[in-house]
């Protein structure tokens, strides 16, 4: 099985800054997409920051310029560096992957995270 942990969420004043990190474990064998999306209360979860395994990126318009999306294919591992937050990036912050398994190695499912809450103080 895989599995997906976050950790790096906390409480924050506006203007600082939080490192995500997310580690994928299990029978893995290879990582395309690694992504972090967000959710709000009351709000749909979205895209945040996405980076595919050729090294490509891609932003939700509202974090461009101020997060940045990074991996270590080593460790399994994706990190996302918040800075210059805003109380409205307060969220349940979850990672997401394309994995295929050393079972299924031509299949590549997607698995999330159970989330780590970032909260901006104003």
């Known amino acids: 099985q895989v599995q997906l942990v976050e950790s790096g969420g906390g409480l924050v004043q506006a203007g600082g800054s939080l490192r995500l990190s997310c580690a994928a474990s299990g029978t893995i064998f290879s990582i395309d997409r690694l992504g972090w999306h967000r959710q709000a209360p009351g709000n749909q979860r979205e895209l945040v920051a996405a980076i595919f395994s050729s090294g490509s990126t891609n932003y939700g318009d509202s974090v461009k310029g101020r997060f940045t999306i990074s991996r270590d294919n080593a460790k399994n591992t994706v990190y996302l560096q918040m800075n210059s937050l805003e109380p409205e990036d307060t969220a349940v912050y979850y990672c997401?992957?394309?994995?295929?398994?050393?079972?299924?190695?031509?299949?590549?499912?997607?698995?999330w995270g159970k989330g780590t809450l970032v909260t901006v103080s104003p």
């Open positions: 997401n992957a394309d994995i295929a398994t050393e079972r299924s190695k031509r299949l590549y499912v997607e698995y």
